[in-house]
């Protein structure tokens, strides 16, 4: 295959395989626009705020979903009333702290249940600070183009064209049913959040097609550099959390520190991610669920490295 | 403008979901995904399709211009990848439900020898176990890779591609073959060995090997097959590793 083809082939391949997440995640996001009253949200999560944390932390295990889902549903349930801890929090850790997602990381690592532990815990620290931090500043800094809403408009109607948050469509009288109003809302959703998916799935290819291989590889040896290295991997390819560890595991000749920092990292931010935060959050928040990971997952693998050698 | 971006929103989600459904019912979906999720592909075809219909009727929803053009490129990209669907149909599509035939008998006989037929990634987790079963005969095949190093030593690696859940993962993975004359087998070739399986010398060390598009190519530190017989043939119908067995009869 040419160089085209590749391309093409793994860009397809990318979006091919996030898409049904991305509408499921939309699917459930317009359920709870549709069918969860205003407020309900609010009521089944704690009121104390390190509760509501642990609480995000923690729901992953009870609605599995990966990260290419996760980013419309996390925006959806802060709009429908539930705290933005407990929601940031879940959307940066349920990608990896879900069944299906520990179950593959254990087998990818040969049942080395330090690795599973070690990928937990690089997600949930970088997690449980950007929930906490993020988490307490106001929804119309957090969400882009979010408008507070009033008793005298119309449940998310606010000034823009149609956008990820944008309840319109479910307003719209001529749908009929609450059923159909879900398809219409889940459609324009999955349409708002997939630009983003296929930005990312383009930057992801192009990078898995023209980037010369021994680049990575030559920094095996080094474990800041190896670290670096492969967390810039996990952003550039842009792999799917339920087969990164497999992945990861692949890159024998990398410190186990690497390998870690490669699926801690992915699935908090890679490409497809970026563009999904850079069109849902405000530009501060949206650099900052970049930024922070990064740099939380770089020192603590370094740390792990130089304690495991 | 806003009608034509609305309706233009609404088609081009129901040609996703047409090129979604179109795959897996004409059993082409392993050339991006692992079959087993041919499921959750169709389903969300289908689910799309569905949304696509009804999303011009909401006349409230007014998609961005990007949103639409993101759609449209992408489905010219997707056509392009389509284009190149060069192989027929797999056996896990709908369009050719699985056969009822009798399985495949997990041997093989070559010059009166019987051979155990594995594939290549179930060949390398067999040498990661505590005791691999050195000595013993597999017939195997795979692409051939060559590099000056291993054409000294008489040895070409031959690997396949592994994919967990999309081509984005794809893994190269297989061994070196020893015993191999430089030259009888090109570059890129399919070849079937049949060989015995021997432990690796330390004391020659895998060559870095890249196939474009691939993350990373693996080959197994601790065993090599000794080829006995070596046959160039036509790459399978299925030219990936999608299944792996950790005992006879192997996915192969």
């Known amino acids: 295959m040419d160089t085209l083809a590749v391309f093409s082939a793994i860009a397809t391949a990318i979006v091919l395989e996030a898409a049904p997440f991305l509408l499921l995640g939309a699917a459930i996001s317009a359920a709870f626009e549709v069918f969860l009253p205003e407020g309900g949200l609010s009521r089944l999560t704690p009121r104390n705020r390190t509760a509501q944390v642990a609480f995000g932390l923690v729901s992953g295990l009870f609605l599995p979903t990966c990260e290419c889902g996760v980013v419309p549903v996390a925006r959806r349930l802060m709009a429908k009333g539930m705290p933005p801890r407990a929601a940031l929090a879940f959307m940066l850790s349920a990608p990896v702290v879900n069944p299906v997602v520990l179950a593959s990381t254990f087998v990818a690592f040969r049942s080395d249940l330090g690795m599973v532990a070690g990928r937990v815990a690089l997600v949930l620290l970088p997690a449980a600070v950007l929930a906490w931090t993020l988490g307490s500043l106001p929804l119309e800094s957090l969400l882009r183009g979010h408008k507070p809403r009033s008793p005298w408009s119309l449940p998310m109607a606010h000034d823009h064209v149609h956008g990820p948050d944008c309840g319109c469509a479910a307003q719209a009288p001529a749908t009929g049913s609450r059923f159909v109003r879900v398809i219409v809302l889940a459609g324009a959703e999955f349409a708002a959040m997939g630009k983003y998916l296929i930005l990312g799935a383009f930057a992801a290819a192009a990078f898995k097609t023209w980037l010369p291989p021994g680049l990575i590889m030559a920094t095996a040896g080094n474990l800041p550099l190896a670290v670096a290295a492969m967390m810039l991997l996990a952003v550039l390819l842009s792999v799917c959390s339920e087969a990164d560890a497999f992945v990861a595991a692949s890159f024998v000749a990398f410190p186990a520190a690497a390998q870690l920092a490669f699926v801690a990292l992915g699935p908090m931010v890679d490409l497809k991610l970026m563009a999904m935060y850079g069109g849902t959050f405000g530009r501060r928040p949206a650099l900052a669920l970049v930024l922070v990971p990064s740099a939380m997952i770089f020192v603590l693998a370094v740390g792990l490295g130089l304690a495991w050698s | ?252």
């Open chain 2, 1 to 252: 403008m806003s009608s034509f971006l609305r309706w233009s929103q609404g088609l081009l989600l129901i040609l996703l979901g047409g090129f979604m459904l179109t795959l897996v019912t004409t059993g082409n979906a392993w050339q991006f995904l692992n079959p087993k999720f041919q499921w959750l592909t169709g389903s969300t075809g289908a689910g799309l399709m569905l949304c696509g219909a009804f999303l011009p009727l909401s006349p409230f929803c007014r998609p961005r211009p990007g949103t639409v053009l993101a759609l449209a490129v992408f489905l010219l990209v997707a056509g392009l990848a389509g284009q190149n669907l060069t192989s027929p149909a797999g056996p896990a599509g709908f369009a050719s439900p699985a056969p009822a035939a009798p399985p495949e008998p997990s041997r093989l006989s070559e010059n009166g020898q019987e051979y155990i037929k594995i594939n290549t990634a179930e060949l390398y987790l067999l040498g990661e176990a505590e005791q691999p079963p050195m000595g013993s005969r597999y017939a195997v095949q795979g692409m051939a890779l060559r590099a000056g190093e291993l054409d000294v030593r008489g040895e070409l690696a031959l690997v396949r591609l592994s994919i967990v859940c999309c081509l984005a993962d794809a893994l190269a993975v297989g061994l070196r073959v020893t015993g191999v004359v430089a030259g009888d087998v090109p570059a890129g070739a399919w070849v079937r060995i049949c060989g015995r399986l021997a432990p690796a010398d330390p004391a020659s060390p895998n060559p870095t090997l890249t196939l474009p598009g691939v993350v990373t190519t693996m080959l197994s530190e601790r065993i090599t097959l000794a080829a006995e017989a070596v046959e160039v043939i036509e790459p399978p119908q299925i030219p990936y590793m999608f299944e792996f067995h950790d005992r006879e009869p192997y996915a192969y």
